[in-house]
Structures are given as C-alpha cells and as structure tokens.
C-alpha cells in the first residue's frame, strides 16, 4: 500500500515569507508527528495528532508555527514569517495510534531552505 | 530539547563485524525504539521495547534495555555495507503533564567492505 507521503520534496524561500508543508498519512493511522531534523541531528518533536482530538503543540519551537490536520487525514504545517534557522528537513510519521508502542512510519520529508 | 543521546557519535567497522551502540536518556519512559536512516530509505523502525522488557531479537539485531541505568543499547551482528546509515533511539515519556517523543542526535555507522 501507500505510504507516507510529503510535499513538496524541497522548498527554497526568502526570509520572512510564509510555507506550507503537506503530510498523507498512510490510511487508518489514527496518529500523526511532525519533526525537524537539522543538517546532522537528530529529530526535534514539534507536534502530534491522536484522531479528532486537540493536538499537542507542546513541541511548537515557535508561534510561527502551527499546524492543522482534517480528521485523520491530511495535515498541513506552517511556518509564517520564515528565518533561517528554520532551514531544515521537516518530516511527517504516521502510526496506527499514538505512543511509542506503534512503529511510526516515515515519510520522505520536505527540505526548507530559508535564504 | 533532545534528551536522548546515542553513543558513539560515529562508528566504522569491517564488514562482517559486530556493531554495538548505545542510548542514554534522563527521565522515566514508556517504550524506546530504534530506527535507521538511510539516503536510500529514510528513516525506518528497526525494533520496540517496552518498558518492563530487557532484551528482544529481531533477526541480526539484539537490543537491550537497562532501566535502571536509563541506557539502551542496539547490537547488529555479522554486519553487512547495507547496514551503513545513522541510528537513532527514541524514547517517550510524560513530562509536565504533556506527552514527549525524544530523540537522541544518532550514531552514524559506516561499513567497510
């Protein structure tokens, strides 16, 4: 079956403009994450999405950025206002439900460069 | 902040070693994974363990967990030039009332045929 998917694969804009980043979770999975990976790091948690419930955005870096998702289907994050430390590569997980006791699947993430 | 931290930060052996590394994090968890990433694959789930676990096997993989010592650590045997990528642990934990994944910055493996 499908996959996780994430677009775009690369974004390059200017500092100070806003990006959208789209996730597809892979069908039925009730949870969703969304991480910043910088060049070499580890993944940073930014946000997760159990079902209809409020998200936790306890990991939110910023109010620049926010986060939606439709039911338990596509979720969108945005970053307003970009700076360069949000260059990254921003990546998108699904699993069956929330915690760590499900496998968390991977999409192939969206690189953001912020010039 | 990242609380997970992996050890060795890099590690190089020759194909068909053994390749041992470990993950010390700081709070109380529920589960700690394991997964690889890969330019090829991206990142992939290698193995769970649960709390109240001590070992689990997974082909050529072994992980252990000590809770006592909050340290994890990942064994690959008879190592392969497929294995080459980073490994990352992952653990979650309830900190001020809110939920946490953490994620130690990963061990980058190279092996060398």
């Known amino acids: 079956g499908a996959g996780v998917s994430q677009s775009p694969s690369n974004k390059v804009t200017e500092k100070g403009k806003d990006v959208e980043l789209r996730c597809d979770p892979i069908?039925?999975?009730?949870?969703l994450y969304w991480y910043r990976q910088r060049l070499g790091q580890g993944l940073e948690f930014l946000i997760y999405?159990?079902?209809?419930?409020?998200?936790?955005k306890s990991g939110l870096p910023s109010d620049r950025f926010s986060a939606e998702r439709t039911g338990e289907s596509v979720s969108t994050l945005t970053i307003q206002r970009t700076q360069q430390e949000d260059s990254a590569v921003y990546l998108c997980?699904?699993?069956?439900?929330?915690?760590?006791?499900?496998?968390?699947?991977f999409g192939p993430g969206t690189r953001l460069t912020v010039t | 902040s990242q609380q997970g931290e992996e050890d060795p930060q890099a590690l190089s052996i020759q194909e068909g070693e053994n390749a041992t590394m470990n993950c010390s994090y700081k709070?109380?968890?529920?589960?700690l994974q394991w997964y690889r990433q890969n330019s090829g694959r991206g990142l992939v789930h290698l193995i769970l363990?649960?709390?109240n676990e001590r070992e689990k096997h997974s082909g050529r993989l072994r992980v252990t967990l000590d809770t006592s010592k909050k340290s994890s650590s990942l064994l690959i045997t008879a190592s392969r030039a497929a294995d080459t990528a980073s490994y990352f642990c992952?653990?979650?934990?309830?900190?001020?009332?809110?939920?946490?994944?953490?994620w130690g910055a990963g061990t980058k493996l190279i092996i060398k045929p």
């Open positions: 709070t109380s968890i529920n589960n």
């Open positions: 363990i649960r709390s």
């Open positions: 069908s039925g999975h009730t949870a």
């Open positions: 999405f159990q079902g209809n419930s409020a998200p936790d």
């Open positions: 997980a699904s699993s069956f439900y929330w915690g760590l006791s499900y496998e968390q699947y």
């Open positions: 992952a653990t979650d934990t309830y900190m001020d009332s809110n939920y946490q994944l953490i």
